[in-house]
């Protein structure tokens, strides 16, 4: 059964710093794809950044880095120059092949991150 | 905004009753994916809809039951309410096309935060 694992339940970082959030995932497909999503103290759920299993460069989006080691079945989010308003939950989610051809989404348990002036 | 929206955005209702849950997808999204965000139990998929069928099931209560109409909205029904239906209930949408590693943005609504008293 596909995992999605974040073993930091809560981290801070001081702002303009970079910050590591990590995300271990388990599974056997050889197709899959790879989702960080972040949620402020408001709710909503943004898309951040995602990997294919296939893509052989690691995702990049403005501040927002995916370090992507397929190997050691790690997605881990990187975030350069950290703003305060980055202070939120931030997931990591997977999509795998499925028998029901569904894209459904397997989120880890969630990282939250304090960013302190 | 992502173009979800879902309603309403809060509900408090008390044990036993029964709620409905509207989401309507982006335009041109023929995916609707239900997910449910708790304390215990986290982000969770519930269910899926695929341009009026139902593609997967998750954890889903048999108490709760979904569709999609003609015109891809979505209602959840959660019915004989308990206090541990208490939670953030999400709709997202999707385009859903190419293969599982493709990128296929899910886009997240506000969700409604159901409590139950």
């Known amino acids: 059964a596909q995992k999605i694992t974040q073993t930091q339940p809560g981290m801070f970082v001081q702002e303009k710093e970079a910050v590591t959030l990590d995300c271990t995932y388990d599974t056997s497909d050889q197709s899959y794809g790879l989702f960080w999503y972040k949620q402020p103290s408001s709710g909503e759920m943004i898309f951040l950044i995602y990997?294919?299993?296939?893509?052989?460069q690691n995702a990049t989006e403005g501040r927002y880095s995916l370090n992507f080691q397929k190997a050691r079945k790690s997605a881990n989010l990187v975030i350069s120059a950290s703003q305060l308003g980055d202070s939120a939950m931030y997931f990591c989610a997977m999509r795998e092949s499925s028998m029901d051809s569904s894209y459904k989404l397997i989120f880890g348990s969630g990282t939250r991150l304090l960013v302190r002036p | 905004d992502s173009g979800v929206t879902q309603t309403p955005k809060h509900l408090i209702t008390a044990t036993g009753q029964r709620v409905t849950l509207r989401c309507s997808p982006r335009?041109?999204?023929?995916?609707v994916y239900w997910y449910q965000q708790s304390l215990d139990q986290g982000l969770q998929f519930l269910i899926q809809?695929?341009?009026?069928?139902?593609?997967a099931k998750g954890n889903i209560l048999e108490r709760f039951s979904a569709q999609q109409f003609p015109d891809l909205h979505s209602e959840l029904n959660l019915s004989s309410l308990e206090l541990g239906d208490s939670a953030l209930y999400f709709c997202a949408s999707s385009v859903d096309s190419g293969g599982v590693s493709q990128f296929n943005e899910q886009f997240f609504g506000p969700g409604t935060r159901l409590t139950v008293l």
């Open positions: 335009s041109g999204d023929l995916s």
């Open positions: 809809y695929y341009n009026g069928e139902e593609r």
């Open positions: 990997q294919g299993s296939y893509d052989e």
